[in-house]
C-alpha cells in the first residue's frame, strides 16, 4: 500500500533562510509525486509534480523538489523563504495510471521568524 | 490552475440534520472528483471517489450511508451528511481531476460544526 511519511510535523526558519522539509514515500512502482500547500482558510494549492524524467523539478513561488529513487524521498527546497510562505505544507503520492488517488502525509506547519 | 468551488464555506447544523456540500469544477469538465475529510492539524483523509453517471466508490470504514454522493454532471459532485453528529464535524475538501490529466485540483473546503 502506498504511504507518505513527512518527518517534521513543525519547523520554524528565519526568513531570508534555506529551507528544505521532508517527504519519503513507499509505493510499489514509479510513483506520481506532488507537493501541495495550504494556507489558512484557503484550499490546497499545487506547488509542483513529478511524474518522470528529470529529478529536479521546480514550481512555483520558487520551490523545487529533488526526487531519489535510491532514497524513497521527494524533499521540498526553497533557497530562501519569505514570510508568506509560513502555511501547511503536504507531500503526495499518487497511482500512475489515470486520475490520481492521492495519499497525503501527515502535514509540516512551516512558521517564519522574521 | 484550475478552478474549483465548493459552497458553502462553512455551516452550523443541529445533530440528527442532513447537510449538503457541493463541489463545482468552473472552467472544465471532469468524471472523477474526490472527497477528502481533514480534522484538525491533521492531514487529508481520503473518503471517496466519485464518478460522473455511476455510483461513487467509498474507501474502507466510510460509511457510504451517511456519506451521499451524487455525481450528476461534469462539473458538479454533491456530499451530503445524512443525520449528522458531532464525531462528523471536521473540514471537508473536494478535488477534481480534469479529462487528460494527472493533476487533481482542490476546492477551499467546507468547515462542517455538528452542534
Known amino acids: 500500500a502506498q504511504s507518505v511519511t513527512q518527518p517534521d510535523i513543525h519547523i520554524t526558519v528565519s526568513e531570508g533562510a534555506s529551507l528544505e522539509l521532508r517527504c519519503n514515500y513507499s509505493?510499489?512502482?514509479?510513483?506520481?509525486l506532488f507537493w501541495y500547500v495550504q494556507s489558512p482558510g484557503q484550499g490546497l494549492q499545487l506547488l509542483l509534480k513529478?511524474?518522470?524524467?528529470?529529478?529536479l523539478v521546480q514550481g512555483i513561488k520558487g520551490f523545487e523538489a529533488e526526487f531519489k529513487r535510491s532514497q524513497s524521498s521527494f524533499n521540498l527546497r526553497k533557497p530562501s523563504v519569505h514570510w508568506s510562505d509560513a502555511a501547511e505544507y503536504f507531500c503526495?503520492?499518487?497511482?500512475?495510471?489515470?486520475?490520481?488517488?492521492?495519499?497525503f502525509g501527515q502535514g509540516t506547519r512551516l512558521t517564519i521568524n522574521p | 490552475g484550475a478552478v474549483v468551488s465548493q459552497h458553502p464555506s462553512w455551516v452550523i447544523c443541529k445533530s440528527g440534520t442532513s447537510v449538503k456540500i457541493e463541489c463545482r469544477s468552473l472552467?472544465?469538465?471532469?468524471?472523477?472528483m474526490f472527497w477528502y475529510r481533514q480534522f484538525p492539524k491533521q492531514s487529508l483523509m481520503l473518503m471517496a471517489t466519485?464518478?460522473?453517471?455511476?455510483?461513487?466508490?467509498?474507501e474502507q470504514g466510510v460509511e457510504k450511508d451517511k456519506f451521499l454522493i451524487n455525481h450528476a454532471s461534469l462539473t458538479l459532485s454533491t456530499l451530503t451528511v445524512t443525520s449528522a453528529h458531532p464525531e462528523d464535524s471536521s473540514f471537508y475538501i473536494c478535488?477534481?481531476?480534469?479529462?487528460?490529466?494527472?493533476?487533481?485540483?482542490f476546492g477551499p473546503g467546507t468547515r462542517l460544526t455538528v452542534l
Open positions: 509505493y510499489g512502482a514509479t510513483p506520481y
Open positions: 466519485s464518478n460522473e453517471g455511476s455510483k461513487a466508490t467509498y
Open positions: 472552467d472544465f469538465q471532469a468524471t472523477t
Open positions: 513529478y511524474f518522470s524524467g528529470d529529478t
Open positions: 503526495a503520492v499518487g497511482q500512475l495510471q489515470g486520475a490520481q488517488k492521492l495519499v
Open positions: 478535488s477534481v481531476a480534469p479529462l487528460g490529466t494527472d493533476t487533481q485540483y
